[in-house]
C-alpha cells in the first residue's frame, strides 16, 4: 500500500501543465503563493476577518476580538519514518508555523475545534493549547469527538476537553451551537464521514475506530506511533461571525471528503444565511462519490478555498509544496471548475493557497 501511494504524487508546477487542466483555464498562477485578499459584498461584514492556512486542515481563523483554531498540525513525517517509528510534535515547527500570530494566539484564542482525532489533524492541538494559549484564562477548550477528548484529555487540564458529538447537526437535525466571545461568533458541529485513503484495488482507510488511552502519552510531546491515532466520528464545522444576534458573514469547513447526503445541513439552517466562504479539503476527494460538486451546490458558497491539498510527507513549509498523494488532482480540478468556475468575470472564485499564506476577507465589490 505505501509502495502505492509513494508512486501518486506529482510536483504541482507539472500538473498545471496538463492539457486537461489548460482547456480549463486552470494555470498554476492560482497557486497561492503569498497572502492575499477576497472581497465580499456582504452587508455588515465591516471589519477584516483574518485567515491562515496552517497546513492539512488546519486554520487560524480570527475576528476582531475572536479567534478560533482548527486542526493545527506542523508536524509531517516521511513515509518510512510514519510507517516504521513512533513521531511526536516538532516544536520548532509548531514555532514556525505560529510566530506571525502567536500573540494573537494568545489574546484571542480560546478554543481549538478538530474535525477528528487522526495525528494530522490532532497530534499538535495539545501542545498549541498548553504553550500557547493564555493558561490563566477560564474556559480555554478543545472541542472534538469522543476519540479526541480520550487523547487530547491525557495531556492537557482536567475538563478542557470536550466531546460535542451530542451537538452534530445532521441532514434532518440541526444542531447546537456553542457560542464564543460573548457571542460574537458561534460555531456547529456537522456530522460527515472520512473517506477511504485508497480506492483501488479496494477501498483501505486508514486508523478507524476509537482512540484508547496510551500509557506512555504521558505529555505533549511523548513519542506516539501513528497507528494509535484512531480517528473517531469525523465532523464538518459551520462557523457564524455575529453583531448581536444578526449574522454577518458565514464559513462552512469540511476538510475529509465525504459523500453526500454526510455533510449537509437542514435547509432551515441554510435559509438563517447563505455560506459566503466554503473551505474543502481535497484529501481522498475522488474516493467517495459526488464530492465536492455535491457540497458545492447544496451550500452555493460565494468563494471556495481548496484545503489539505499539499503533501503531508514532505518537510513542513517546503518551497512549491507538492500535491497530496492518491489524490488525482488532474480529474479533480476540472471536475470542481465545472460546477464552480474557479474564474469568473475576470474574478477568481477557488483559491489553494500555500501553508503558511494569510488570507484577508474583507467588504468590497465581490472579486
Known sequence: MLAIMAGCSKNTKKLFRKKSLQQSGLTYSLVMKHDFDI???QPGLVDTILLKYLGAGGYFIEH????IIIDPFFSPYGMIRLGLFNIKTKIDNVHKGLADISQDVRDKVHS?????????????????FNHYMDSSMNGNKIYGNSSVKTRAGQVVREGEVEDITSKVCTPDLPGKWISLDHGRMRVMPIRTRHAPHLKRPFPVSLYRGEAKPIRRY????SSTHVTRWKGGCTFGYLIDFLDQDSIIFRIYLLTSASSPPDGFVPSSILRQHEVNLAIIGA????????????????????????????DLFKPYLVKDPSLIRAT???????????VFPWT???????????????????PGPSG
Do not use: C
Not at 64 to 67: D, I, K, L, W, Y
Not at 112 to 128: E, K, S
Not at 218 to 221: K, L, M
Not at 329 to 334: M, S, T, V, W, Y
Open 283 to 310: 484529501a481522498s476527494a475522488l474516493n467517495v462519490k459526488d464530492y465536492p460538486e455535491g457540497i458545492i451546490q447544496l451550500f452555493e458558497p460565494q468563494k471556495i478555498i481548496l484545503a489539505h491539498w499539499e
Open 64 to 67: 476582531g476580538s475572536s479567534a
Open 344 to 362: 469568473s468575470q475576470g474574478n477568481q472564485n477557488v483559491f489553494m493557497p500555500e501553508p503558511g499564506v494569510k488570507i484577508r476577507l474583507i
Open 218 to 221: 504521558r505529555t505533549d510531546t
Open 112 to 128: 481549538i475545534f478538530i474535525t477528528h482525532a487522526h495525528y494530522d489533524h490532532l497530534l499538535d492541538a495539545p501542545y498549541v
Open 328 to 338: 488525482n488532482f488532474k480529474k479533480l480540478l476540472p471536475r470542481i471548475n465545472k
Open 39 to 41: 472581497k465580499f459584498s
